[in-house]
Every structure is written in structure tokens, then in C-alpha cells.
């Protein structure tokens, strides 16, 4: 019983990996850019939830002003840090996305102070108990908004045209041109997704533990971008899979007193192991170098 | 009457420190269909990225339709009626048959029209039909140059800038390829072909022009210089 309550705290926790792994990834597969400053969005999206909570007082409105401030600023992000850069190095890209990453922070601290801020509003406290099994209702939450999102995610890209436009610039880009997809709009579009799920995994954050600093979104981000290799960088079932797998990874070994301290390396370690036996992921594909 | 569709103007482009075209100049007439023919690296290539928009050139006009194209985003040519079947196919191997065909029709609006086209290219190719569902990347080589083509109709172009089409074919398909492309002109589609296979394409065009090393060196009706002695032997393998 207590292994099946870990599972599902894990696929809960693994959730939330998941959808941000998705914003990393599909910016991954169409800009071709690991945008860095991603998990940095969840944070963004915490304060903007904590400034509405302050001014309006209720959750909604704050999780639905969040979510729409972070694809705002995703847009923003991408149209003056990344878009004046493609075609650019690949390195000269992926410094700026940490300078991106930095300066978010460092405005964070600058505007809302070093000390943490507690959204206690947002936390979503109780559980239910299903015999001897005890779950959160966060748990409960997360593991439904993620269900929602794969879905909603999955069908889009695979029956709207926008959703078939992005799998064709993620292949290739210039063949994508050819058939007249804008794939400036296209790459757009994917940052003003992946900036919206980052808000909703802000708020998944918070609703279990209300509290807000610059770097919230930092070591979830470092995680999701690892579940994002994992998975397969670049491939949307991937990000979830590698998502979900390293959710169940840390909660089994938080379950085992000898390995709790050791929770971050295990996680890492399953990172390298996938990759030691397949480079491109679990659901990746290796990519053909043309001659 | 003819009327000119495309018309390049010493056109030149340029990657880093090498020209790649030396101020090139050519024509295409509505309802012709029109090779540019050379060896490698001689710039059809890349004449036909410039055309489309991938490229833009350092000095030149490009013409259709009166319209000036050198600083038209590559994804609006589209819709202008001017399509590019890319050289490789380049087809999305992981969207199904219909699905590849669907963003040929990306930015055609009306919807009537697109189920009308697909008819037509399910009709000129019936194994693509038969293989809808399929993901793009299992088709066979030959298949995958039918989808392209396919793909290129649904956007309902006036004219068709094809890439090498039969590169890598064997060559049955090779001569059916050919067919296909006759069958553009017969439905009223201009094209401007690029191709190695020199002698295969002068047969089904009306004029040639012959690129080398970033320069137009010849040109002419494809029934006069097929018969010419310097291509012969430079182009023709006789």
C-alpha cells in the first residue's frame, strides 16, 4: 500500500516534471534552442499569481493572469532575446538564454526582495483516504491537470493544422517554408505554449508548498530539462515519459531511508544511464547527418 | 501569345566570400516547362533558393508576375502561385501520406478546393492514395518524389520549381517521374526543372539554359542544343 501511495505521489511530482519538460522540448524541436531561461518562466508566473492573489484575492483569476502574463513575456523573451539570433552559433544562443535566465531573477529579487513570499492562498491543503491510503488533494489535482494537458497537447498536435505545422518546421524547417508554413509564427506560437504550461507548473508548485522566491523555478527546471533528455529531446511523448519516470524515481528513492540524501544524484544518475545505452533518449530519434 | 511568368535579371548571390552566381539571367514562359542544367556546384541549386526565397541574392531582380521577389518572405511565395519541390524531397517523415499533403494545401483557405486537388492527386498518383495513412518516412524513394510532387499540387501553383526529382530513382521511375512532369504542362502548370540528368530533361522541355561555375554559358530551345556538339559532350555522355 505504502509503494502505491509513492507511485502516485511520484507520477504526481513526475506531472509536474512533465509539463515543464514539454515547454523545453518543444522549443527544443522548433527553434532548435535549449531556451534556459524556462524554468525561470515558473517563477515569473509564481510572483505574477502572488501580485494578482494581492489585488483581486482569488486563485483563479491569479492562476488565469499568470499563465497569460508568462506567454506574454514568453513572446516578448523569444521576439528580442532569441529571434535576433537565428541562424546564430548554437553556443551564442544558449548563453543567451542563461543571461535570460539571470536577469529574470535578478529582476524577481530586485522587485519582490530576497525573502520568500508566501502565496498561502494558492496552497491547496487536505487529503483523502481510500483505506489505508492517504493522498493529497494537490496530488489529486496535479495528476489530473496533467492528464488534461498530455491530452489536450496530444490532440493538438496531431489533428489541428497549427499542431501538424509544428511537427513539419520541427523536422525541417526550410522544407516548411517551402509549403508556405510562417515558421516565425509557428515558433511563436510553441513559446506561448510552453511559457503558459510553465505558469500552470508554477501553480501546481505552489498549491503544495506556498512558498515564492527568485529561484523557484531553477533546480524544477534543471529537472525537467534532464526529463526532457530522458525522454528524448525533442519528442513530445518523450517529455512526458521522462518526466513521469523521474517523478516515480524521486519519490521511490525519498521512500528509502538510505537513499533519501541522495535523491538529486539518483535522479541525475538515471540520466546518464539512459544515456550511456541510448544517446537519443528514450523516445528520441537519432537524427541522420546529411552528407 | 506568351507571357512571361518569371523573369531573373543578372542575379547574383553570394555565400561569405564565394560567388555563387555571377549575375545569371533567364526566363520562364507561362505553360513552358524550362531546365537549367549543369554539373555540380555549377548554382541550380541555388538559383532555385533564391527564386523561392531561402536565399536572397546581393544584386539582382527576380519577377513573377510582376511581382518583385527577392524580398518576399519564402512562406508568402506560396500562396503567389509559385511552388518549390526541394532537391532530396525533403517530405516530413513523420507526418502520414494525407497529412504531408494537407500542408501542401497549408495556405490554401477554401476547403472545397483542397478536397477537389486531393481527388486530382490521388487520381495522378494512386499509390499515394492506396498508402494515405502510412507516416511519410516509410514510403519507398520513389514514392516519397510522387508525395512531394503531390504535395506540391495541393498548393494549387502555377508553376512548379522541381529539384533534381529523379535523384536517387531507379530508372523506371526515373522516366515515370518525367511523365508526371509532362502531365504539369498538360494541366496548365509552368515548370522550371534543375536536373544531373541532362539528357532526360532536354526531351520533355521546351528551352535550356546551361549554368557553369555560377554563369548562364548556353542557351537555347531544348530541340536545337540537344543536338549541339558541346553539350554532347559535356552534358550528354555521348
Redesign the interface.
Given at each position: 500500500m505504502d509503494f502505491l501511495v509513492t507511485l502516485i505521489n511520484g507520477l504526481s511530482s513526475g506531472g509536474t516534471y512533465a509539463i515543464i519538460a514539454l515547454g523545453y522540448t518543444m522549443v527544443y524541436g522548433i527553434a532548435k534552442m535549449l531556451n534556459f531561461a524556462h524554468g525561470d518562466i515558473i517563477m515569473v508566473g509564481g510572483y505574477a499569481m502572488y501580485v494578482t492573489l494581492m489585488a483581486m484575492g482569488h486563485p483563479v483569476i491569479a492562476v488565469c493572469a499568470a499563465a497569460v502574463f508568462c506567454m506574454i513575456l514568453g513572446i516578448v523573451i523569444e521576439k528580442v532575446a532569441y529571434k535576433p539570433l537565428r541562424g546564430a552559433s548554437p553556443l551564442a544562443v544558449l548563453i543567451t538564454a542563461i543571461g535570460v535566465s539571470f536577469l529574470l531573477q535578478s529582476l524577481a529579487q530586485i522587485i519582490f526582495g530576497s525573502s520568500p513570499k508566501m502565496p498561502l492562498k494558492l496552497q491547496i491543503s487536505g487529503a483523502v483516504t481510500i483505506g489505508a491510503m492517504r493522498i493529497d488533494y494537490s496530488t489529486i489535482l496535479t495528476l489530473a491537470v496533467t492528464v488534461i494537458i498530455m491530452v489536450a497537447l496530444s490532440v493538438f498536435v496531431k489533428y489541428s493544422k497549427t499542431g501538424r505545422a509544428m511537427v513539419a518546421v520541427s523536422e525541417d524547417r526550410d522544407a516548411a517554408l517551402l509549403m508556405g508554413i510562417n515558421t516565425n509564427r509557428i515558433i511563436t506560437i510553441t513559446f506561448a505554449i510552453g511559457s503558459v504550461l510553465a505558469a500552470v507548473a508554477g501553480y501546481l508548485m505552489l498549491c503544495k508548498a506556498p512558498s515564492l522566491s527568485n529561484t523557484l523555478g531553477s533546480m524544477p527546471g534543471i529537472k525537467a530539462f534532464t526529463a526532457a533528455v530522458i525522454g528524448g529531446i525533442g519528442s513530445i511523448p518523450g517529455a512526458m515519459v521522462g518526466g513521469l519516470l523521474l517523478g516515480v524515481v524521486e519519490c521511490i528513492s525519498y521512500s528509502i531511508p538510505a537513499l533519501a540524501p541522495f535523491t538529486d544524484a539518483v535522479e541525475f544518475s538515471i540520466l546518464i544511464i539512459v544515456l550511456l545505452v541510448k544517446p537519443s533518449g528514450i523516445l528520441g530519434k537519432m537524427r541522420r547527418e546529411k552528407v | 501569345m506568351s507571357e512571361t511568368l518569371l523573369e531573373v535579371k543578372d542575379l547574383e548571390v553570394s555565400y561569405g566570400v564565394i560567388r555563387a552566381l555571377k549575375g545569371i539571367s533567364f526566363k520562364v514562359e507561362r505553360g513552358e516547362i524550362v531546365s537549367l542544367i549543369g554539373a555540380n556546384g555549377a548554382g541550380k541549386t541555388t538559383t532555385l533558393h533564391t527564386v523561392?526565397?531561402?536565399l536572397h541574392p546581393s544584386a539582382g531582380s527576380i519577377v513573377y508576375k510582376g511581382h518583385d521577389l527577392t524580398r518576399t518572405?519564402?512562406?508568402?511565395?506560396?500562396?503567389m502561385g509559385l511552388?518549390?519541390?526541394?532537391e532530396g524531397r525533403?517530405?516530413?517523415?513523420?507526418?502520414s501520406v494525407y497529412?504531408n499533403l494537407?500542408?501542401?494545401a497549408?495556405?490554401q483557405k477554401n476547403k472545397a478546393k483542397v478536397n477537389e486537388d486531393m481527388t486530382l492527386v490521388f487520381d495522378l498518383f494512386p499509390r499515394l492514395k492506396e498508402r494515405r495513412k502510412q507516416m511519410a518516412g516509410t514510403l519507398s524513394g520513389g514514392e516519397q518524389q510522387m508525395l512531394a510532387m503531390g504535395?506540391a499540387l495541393l498548393?494549387d501553383p502555377e508553376m512548379v520549381v522541381l529539384d533534381e526529382p529523379s535523384m536517387g530513382l531507379s530508372p523506371l521511375l526515373v522516366s515515370e517521374v518525367f511523365e508526371i512532369v509532362k502531365t504539369f504542362r498538360e494541366n496548365g502548370k509552368t515548370v522550371l526543372l534543375v536536373e544531373q540528368n541532362a539528357k532526360k530533361a532536354m526531351s520533355i522541355s521546351d528551352r535550356v539554359y546551361v549554368l557553369e561555375t555560377g554563369s548562364i554559358i548556353n542557351e537555347g530551345k531544348a530541340s536545337e542544343l540537344i543536338n549541339d556538339e558541346s553539350i554532347k559532350k559535356a552534358y550528354l555522355g555521348e
Open positions: - | 523561392t526565397g531561402l518572405p519564402a512562406h508568402k511565395i506560396v500562396s511552388v518549390h519541390v526541394p525533403r517530405i516530413f517523415q513523420n507526418l497529412d494537407l500542408m501542401g497549408y495556405s504535395k498548393s
